[in-house]
């Protein structure tokens, strides 16, 4: 094969390797965020269907309804399936997500996940979530914006929950399983209560390590009242 055979090989290889590289960039950065932004928004919308159809629970969990029995235990999450929509208002007006039961790849690819064994949305322990830095729709990609004090808001179409962020941004290492103990010693929580825990990658490209938020419970209120004031400004 002749020298001009051999380089017009070579870059014809390269421009397909090239263009390889560009299809697999735009797959990551926009195609991933376009299917994920399709699954979130038939998550919520599944979420609210089934709300408006169905009997909602009165009472936010913890709390008695008066003058009667106790009700009884909460269906467990269906794992994959979504339960519950979370906002927070540090990280845009229109900062909305599906919270789905279990943290494996499938489900983080159509909204955040919620640790399976940690404690249920408002209740007494530590509701975990973790949700992608980058790619699917790129839900924490400003998760090292957030500051104390800022609200984390929850609903399962029944009750509002806001919680209040402690910390923050926390970098940790993906084997450090502790962060969503039930009380999470690092956020500087000392006894039981009504905790959030918040995890992502970082780098923001990478994952070889994990950002941390710690949150408690601050408010609870009935949907029919309307919105919490967190999310009213």
Known sequence: MSVRAVVRTFSELCVTVGTLIVLFVVY?????GIKAADASDGQIH???????????PTTA???????AAAPPAPEAYEPGRPFAVMYVPRLGKDWDWPVLEGTRTRTLQKGLGHY??????????????????RTYGDPFKDFPRLRPGDAVVLTDGATWFTYRVANTPYRTVPSDI????????KAGFDGPGRYLTLTTCEPEWGSSHRLVVWAHLDA????????????SG
């Not at 399976?116 to 830095?133: D, I, K, Q, Y």
């Not at 502790?178 to 010693?185: A, K, L, W, Y």
């Not at 009935?222 to 999310?231: I, N």
């Open 116 to 133: 399976e064994g940690t404690a249920r949305l408002g209740e007494t322990g530590n509701f975990s979530v973790a949700g992608h830095r």
């Open 46 to 56: 599944s979420l609210q269907d089934t709300w408006a159809s169905g009997p909602l």
């Open 61 to 67: 969990p913890g709390t008695a309804a008066p003058d």
């Open 178 to 185: 502790g962060v969503i103990d039930d009380v999470p010693r």
């Open 220 to 231: 609870t209120q009935p949907v029919e009242e309307g919105k919490p004031r967190a999310l």
């Open 28 to 32: 990551v950065m926009f195609w991933t």
